[in-house]
């Protein structure tokens, strides 16, 4: 490779640059994701809270035998 990188038009350039960057941004983000995505706290919560809902409707709904 007889000048490598500087041999490049500007905008081919700009390309792979653009190209590294966006690689490295994409590899970062599913890294994190994978690496934290092991529970989604968010969906467990809202499971919980609506399990405990159900029980409270189901309690209500129990007419008393006094």
């Given amino acids: 490779m007889a000048g490598g990188f500087r041999s490049?038009?500007?905008k081919t350039k700009n390309l792979v640059v653009?190209?590294?960057l966006t690689?490295?941004?994409?590899?970062?983000y599913f890294y994190t994701m994978r690496a934290v995505g092991g529970t989604d706290e968010l969906q467990m919560a809202i499971d919980k809270f609506e399990e405990q809902k159900g029980k409270k409707e189901a309690e209500g709904s129990i007419p008393s035998k006094v």
């Fill in 23 to 28: 690689a490295f941004v994409f590899g970062v």
């Fill in 18 to 20: 653009a190209g590294g």
């Fill in 8 to 10: 490049l038009a500007p």
